[in-house]
C-alpha cells in the first residue's frame, strides 16, 4: 500500500544559501512539521524506476525483475532509514530533516509521526536541514540520532528522554554529525561535514575548519580517525570489520573510499572504489547513506538510486529510482533494502 503526505514538498538540493531563501524554507518546513498529516492510502501498489545490471554478480542479490515499491511520499527530504525489531515484526524509523522529524513505518499501520523536533530543540531559526539526519540502534537497542541543529550524536534512552554522547572535538563544537556505524565492541564511527549549518562550510558558528570521521568508544573516548575527505557523509563497517567505507559528497570528487582498519584501531591508507562524476551527468544527486550486505557488498545511494559495489568497487549494478537518493538500509533478515529517495520512501526485495 503507497501513502501520499498531503504536505508541500522541496529539495534540499541544489541550495541558495540567501538568508531569504533559508527563512522561506523554514517557514514551509514548519508549516509542515506542525500540521495534521493526511494519509490517503491507494489500493494499488506505485513503483519507480528501473534496475540496471552491469556484472552478473548483481543477479544473486537483486532479480531482474524486482520492482522498487513506493511505501509512501509527500516528504520533504527522507534519511536515515533503520530497521528497528520490537517483538512485533518490527518498523522501519527514518528522518525528515527540514521537517525536524523521524517518522515510523509499519506494514499495517503505514506512516506514523515518532518524534518531532528530531535534531534541533533551539527556538530561533537555523536553516534548511535541522533536523536529525542518520539514525542506528546501538548494541543496547537503543535509538542513536546524529542531529544536525544541536550538532551532536545522542541516544535516546528508555525513559524517552535523550542523552548527548558527543558534540564536540577538543573543546569545539562538531559541525553537524551526518551518518553513523556500530562495531561490536560498541564504537560508533561518524561523520561530520557542515550541511546541518545554515550557511553550511561558510556558517559563522562553525569552530572545526575540517569535516571528519571519528570513533567514539563506550568509554566516550573520541579519537579523529581522518579529516582527508572534504565531504564525508555515509559510513559502513566491511562484515568482518576490517574495512570502513566513506561515501563523500562533493561535487567536485563524488567518491566511495575504502580504509583498512589497523590492529589499534587507527586508519591506513585511502583508497577510491568508484567515483560517481559521469553518473552525475544523467542523474541528480551524490553518494550519500550506504550499508554492507553480510556478504561483504554495499549498497550506495548516489546520483539517480543504489549504487551495489563489490567490496573492491566494481560497480556489479544499480537499483535506479531516476531522482535524488539520500539513504538506504537493510532488515536484518537481508530480504529487503528499503531506500529514502527525495520525498519518498521506498523498498525492494532483495535475495
Not at 103 to 125: C, D, K, Q, V
Request: proline share 8%; aromatic share 8%.
Amino acid at each position: 500500500m503507497n501513502q501520499s503526505l498531503s504536505l508541500p514538498q522541496a529539495t534540499c538540493e541544489p541550495i541558495d544559501p540567501s538568508p531569504s531563501f533559508f527563512r522561506r524554507a523554514f517557514a514551509r518546513a514548519a508549516c509542515a512539521a506542525f500540521a495534521m498529516i493526511a494519509i490517503v492510502p491507494t489500493a494499488r501498489a506505485e513503483t519507480i524506476g528501473r534496475i540496471e545490471k552491469l556484472d552478473e554478480a548483481f543477479e544473486t542479490l537483486v532479480a531482474p525483475d524486482a520492482k522498487i515499491e513506493v511505501l509512501a511520499s509527500g516528504f520533504t527530504w527522507t534519511e536515515g532509514p533503520v530497521w528497528v525489531e520490537d517483538g512485533q515484526g518490527g518498523h522501519l524509523l527514518f528522518t525528515d530533516i527540514p521537517r525536524n522529524s523521524i517518522f515510523r513505518w509499519t506494514p499495517a499501520r503505514g506512516i506514523e509521526l515518532f518524534m518531532h523536533p528530531s535534531g534541533y530543540t533551539g527556538n530561533t531559526f537555523y536553516g534548511l536541514e535541522p533536523g536529525a539526519n542518520g539514525l542506528a540502534i546501538d548494541p543496547q537497542g537503543r535509538l542513536v540520532c546524529c542531529e544536525h541543529g544541536d550538532r551532536r550524536v545522542s541516544v535516546l534512552t528508555p525513559g524517552g528522554g535523550k542523552m548527548t554522547l558527543v558534540d564536540s572535538f577538543e573543546g569545539k563544537r562538531l559541525n553537524s554529525p551526518n551518518d553513523l556505524c556500530f562495531d561490536s565492541a560498541g564504537s560508533i564511527y561518524f561523520t561530520d561535514p557542515p550541511y546541518g549549518l545554515p550557511q553550511r562550510a561558510d556558517d559563522p558558528r562553525r569552530e572545526l575548519d575540517f569535516c571528519g570521521v571519528y570513533r567514539l568508544d563506550p568509554d566516550r573516548k573520541l579519537t579523529l580517525l581522518t579529516k582527508q575527505l572534504a565531504r564525508p557523509n555515509g559510513i559502513g563497517l566491511s562484515p568482518d570489520q576490517k574495512t570502513l567505507y566513506v561515501a563523500q559528497s562533493d561535487t567536485e570528487l563524488p567518491i566511495w573510499v575504502s580504509f583498512p582498519i589497523k590492529e589499534d584501531k587507527t586508519l591506513g591508507e585511502m583508497k577510491t572504489l568508484h567515483n560517481a562524476k559521469d553518473a552525475m551527468k544523467d542523474f541528480l544527486g551524490l553518494p550519500d547513506g550506504l550499508v554492507v550486505h553480510p556478504n561483504g557488498t554495499i549498497f550506495g545511494s548516489g546520483p539517480g538510486g543504489v549504487y551495489v559495489l563489490s567490496p573492491e568497487g566494481k560497480l556489479l549494478g544499480r537499483i535506479l529510482t531516476l531522482g535524488r537518493c539520500s539513504n538506504c538500509t537493510l532488515t536484518p533478515d537481508n530480504k529487503w533494502l528499503y531506500i529514502t529517495a527525495d520525498s519518498q520512501l521506498c523498498r525492494i526485495a532483495i535475495k
